[in-house]
């Protein structure tokens, strides 16, 4: 599991989050998941930084209201694979990507 990106398990936990509350038909439980998600991405992409772990989740919680926002205007599952988009791509370059080495004056 070390070798998939915090991406694709941030984007991941909204849809599989979705899933949970829209199978069992209890949001809570769907809560659950993405409470479980965030504190695994966080803990995972620690060396990151404070502060890129906390936009990530900032940025978790505005695409989760995104989500109930647009849904209201797309089909819920196209809104939720919208933003869990938005969110893998924001992870990726805030806590994924390899740092590019930065040539030293001559």
């Not at 772990?53 to 819920?76: D, E, M, P």
Request: hydrophobic fraction near 65%; charge should be positive; charged fraction near 10%.
């Amino acid at each position: 599991m070390s070798r998939v990106p915090t991406a694709v398990i941030a984007a991941l936990t909204l849809v599989v989050g979705f899933a949970v509350a829209q199978a069992t038909g209890v949001r809570a439980l769907g809560g659950v998941v993405l409470l479980a998600g965030v504190a695994w991405c966080a803990w995972r992409s620690r060396a990151a930084g404070a502060a890129r772990v906390a936009a990530v989740v900032v940025i978790g919680a505005v695409c989760f209201v995104a989500a109930h926002v647009v849904g209201h205007f797309l089909n819920a599952w196209v809104s939720v694979v919208l933003v869990a988009a938005v969110l893998g791509i924001c992870t990726w370059f805030l806590v994924d990507r390899p740092a590019r080495a930065v040539p030293l004056p001559a």
